[in-house]
């Protein structure tokens, strides 16, 4: 059974950092896409970075273009998300997916772990 299980997220104060892990089980994902969408309260999930197979292609949201950095680690089978200088608008909840072989949709999510940045 696949499972994507997403950590690191917590209450933080505009300006500040944090790191999200998103650890995954049941399968290799070393050959596939991964990446890290959000959803504020109200709101539509959105996307926020993805990351190739060998990391060496990264894609951002223009919201979160040089602030947060995706990366991966395929021997351990888990991606990161670091945010940093963070602002109440990535107030949301977080969530880790990998792509299919072809990269057009995402075909595994994780539960989500919530984001709070303060004021």
């Known amino acids: 059974q696949v499972q994507l299980v997403e950590s690191g997220g917590g209450l933080v104060q505009a300006g500040g950092s944090l790191r999200l892990s998103c650890s995954a089980s049941?399968?290799?994902?070393?050959?596939?896409?991964m990446g890290w969408f959000r959803q504020a309260p109200g709101k539509e999930r959105e996307f926020v970075a993805a990351i190739s197979w060998n990391g060496g292609n990264t894609y951002y949201a223009n919201s979160v273009k040089g602030r947060f950095t995706i990366s991966r680690d395929n021997a351990k089978n888990t991606e990161y998300l670091q945010m940093n200088n963070l602002k109440p608008e990535d107030t949301a909840v977080y969530y880790c997916a990998v792509a299919d072989a072809w990269g057009n949709k995402y075909d595994y999510w994780g539960q989500g772990t919530q984001v709070t940045v303060s004021t």
């Open positions: 049941g399968r290799t994902f070393s050959s596939y896409t």
